[in-house]
């Protein structure tokens, strides 16, 4: 099945064509980054414009990777399957238009996709092994949480970031060092010359609970960088590398330890904060020590694109068939992780 999936939830607008889920036949991604550089941080207003202008370019170009014309579509593609929440409103929008529009001409039938399912579903893309039950660790910019996919489109949610996400942290640490948005590259880049042991910030553990809560860290630093102003390039790298190190830890010390609690031989990483160089060796290295299967998306799949939203279409409409024509679906701002059957 040949599934076009477009993708607008926030500020890159994608679009993929792939077979069978996984097998990738083209991912454009156009990344809103130099835009709201200057904000450090995502304008809504300015996301929904940037996408109006790029979604018809992007569809078309990932369509011409793929070898499918407008004249040979209704023959090429299958379905269309586009993000239709979590994220911002006018940039929801934008792609379900977009989606809903291709589906009407060309007659086919939507698969409507939650945002954090793409991020879940991301390891899928490139690594055969993973199969449920598994623990799935999403850290983007807006999420950071814990969920066990019992079965395919079967979740137990288990915690969440009370406060920042943890790309959030990343992204406003940037922000007080003086570095550039998006902060979490810039930092990750930077604390690999650094002495992680520099500072010692504060790692909230929240025992007892699986939820998060990144804005201590945030504060540890700000209060920091009050009393110890930041000095040369090499405290600057020093600060980076030891706030790395404490989200770093705090992810997977909370992840492992629920991952041994509820005897799960599997973990999966999605969203943009696993492409930090740190968490990969990290969850790795844990993962050896623990005898439990960690699985890491390529950078390309970490932060957000279209492919994942096809590779979970894919895998939803194998649960629960192809239910929606264009007229039904309304974009969801505030969708929550549901269960498909
Ligand atoms: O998944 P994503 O593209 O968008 C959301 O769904 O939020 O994630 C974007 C986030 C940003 O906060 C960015 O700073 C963070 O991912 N990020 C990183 C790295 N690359 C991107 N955080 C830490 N280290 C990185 N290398
Ligand atoms: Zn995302």
Not at 201 to 207: A, E, G, M, S
């Amino acid at each position: 099945m040949n599934i076009l999936a477009i993708e607008t939830s926030c500020d890159e607008t994608s679009a993929s064509v792939a077979a069978n889920g996984t097998k990738v036949k083209s991912v454009v991604i156009s990344s809103q980054a130099d835009i709201h550089a200057k904000f450090f941080g995502v304008v809504p207003e300015l996301a929904s414009r940037a996408h109006i202008a790029n979604i018809n370019p992007v569809i078309f170009e990932a369509m011409q990777r793929a070898g499918v014309s407008f004249e040979d579509f209704e023959k090429k593609i299958d379905a269309i399957a586009f993000t239709s929440g979590p994220g911002l409103a006018g940039a929801l929008l934008v792609g379900a238009i977009a989606a809903k529009s291709l589906a009407s001409v060309y007659n086919k039938p939507l698969i409507p996709v939650n945002h954090l399912e793409g991020h879940l579903y991301s390891a899928f893309l490139e690594h055969k092994g993973v199969k449920p039950p598994f623990l799935s660790v999403i850290v983007s910019g807006g999420h950071t949480e814990l969920i066990i996919v019992k079965d395919f489109g079967k979740y137990k949610f288990l915690g969440g970031t009370r406060d920042d996400a943890a790309g959030e942290a990343f992204d406003k640490a940037a922000k007080m060092l003086g570095l550039s948005y998006p902060g979490g590259p810039v930092i990750d880049k930077r604390a690999d010359s650094g002495n992680p042991k520099a500072v010692n910030f504060t790692r909230p553990y929240l025992k007892g609970t699986w939820d998060f809560s990144f804005s201590g860290i945030k504060t540890a630093l700000l209060n920091y960088l009050k009393a110890n102003p930041v000095k040369n390039e090499k405290h600057l790298n020093d600060i980076c590398a030891s706030f790395r190190q404490a989200v770093a830890e705090t992810l997977c010390f909370k992840a492992f330890e629920a991952a041994k609690e509820f005897n799960l031989k599997q973990i999966s990483l999605g969203g943009g904060v696993c492409a930090n160089s740190l968490i990969r060796k990290m969850f790795l290295s844990e993962g050896r020590k623990n005898k439990i299967k960690v699985f890491i998306p390529s950078i390309l799949y970490c932060t957000d694109n279209a492919a994942m939203i096809g590779c979970a279409a894919y895998l939803k409409q194998l649960g629960c068939g192809l239910k929606y024509t264009a007229e039904q679906l309304k974009p969801k701002p505030s969708l929550q992780l549901e269960n498909w059957i």
